[in-house]
């Protein structure tokens, strides 16, 4: 049976941000929902069967809640709110894009942009550690540096460390041209690049030649005790037990730490048990430590990677049942 319900529209600027360019935002949440939507003398009409116009009116007042919090509302934003409101979810969807984590050299504005990476963000805020674990894309590194950057800016700490395990994916250090920096250097990239962005290239060399800002392999922190410090521990799946106790036993007065990988990556030999897969186990409900699990929902990249993820899931869900039987 076909209903109708509408929705209001309070300023001319949320409805063009709603619908978006040649109205392609308004078509994601047809297609979606299987509903037609017009717009009619400052109202959107919604019609459909029952369910589907209940959950697109739902979608429809969610977007406009952030358009009119100033917010821009592009394909990935309107990929989310639909598969919030699926999910029986859409009283999450203000929650999320609240607050600026921090702002680039270019001036642009750092914020959390799922509900996931708002509770992450907020773990690492009020935790002394924080453990972020998720697929590719989901933002685990790049807020933890502008949490860093942040923190470093408002003089809570007075250093900022950024490690990875220096763990081949198919090749040999040892085959790689140059010195030992110049062999770790393609490890550091990401986090020499999210610096990049939030300090801008000179800034960033500043810190650096002051002491401020240190970028190094894992093996380098033995030894080491480190004070007022944000450290930041990157592709942690790929460290081993002894590793990760190390790194963790590192943290000195005054420092915060942030873990961060993806489970589901890890390049360590068979044989060997993933550091950060031990360290989720053994801290999990400990005081002061934080383990926030983001998900494919949290993927704030092409909308194809989020079907990859979904996808090598399914696959091993598949694979999970076949080898029970």
Known sequence: MTTEQSVSIERMEEAVNLFGVFDENIRLVEQEFQVAIVNRDGELKVSGEGENVRLAVQALNGLLTLSGRGEE?????????????????????????????????????????????????????????????????????????????????????????????????????????????????????????????????????????????????????????????????????NTSKEQMKMFLTRMGFGSKIVITGDVTQIDLPSDKVSGLKEAMRVLDGVEDIAICRLTGQDVVRHVLVQRIIKAYEDDEQRQSRRNKK
């Open 73 to 237: 509302l592009n394909g990935q934003t309107i990929r989310y709110v639909l598969s919030l409101v699926r999910a029986g979810r859409s009283g999450e969807i203000d929650s999320f894009g609240r607050d600026v984590l921090c702002i680039t050299a270019r001036g642009k504005p750092i914020k959390a942009k799922t509900v996931g990476q708002t509770h992450y963000v907020r773990a690492i805020q009020k935790n002394t550690i924080t453990l972020g674990v998720g697929p590719a894309g989901t933002g685990k590194t790049y807020l933890a540096v502008a949490a860093a950057v942040a923190a470093f800016r408002a003089k809570e700490v007075n250093r900022i460390i950024l490690t990875r395990p220096a763990v081949e994916a198919g090749e040999r250090l040892g085959f790689l041209p140059g010195d030992l920096q110049s062999k770790v250097d393609p490890y550091l990239r990401p986090l020499y690049d999210a610096l990049f962005e939030m300090l801008g290239p000179e800034t960033y060399e500043k810190y650096v030649e002051r002491g401020n800002i240190e970028v190094a392999p894992l093996a380098y922190m033995r030894g080491r005790t480190l004070d007022d410090s944000f450290i930041i521990l990157d592709e942690a799946q």
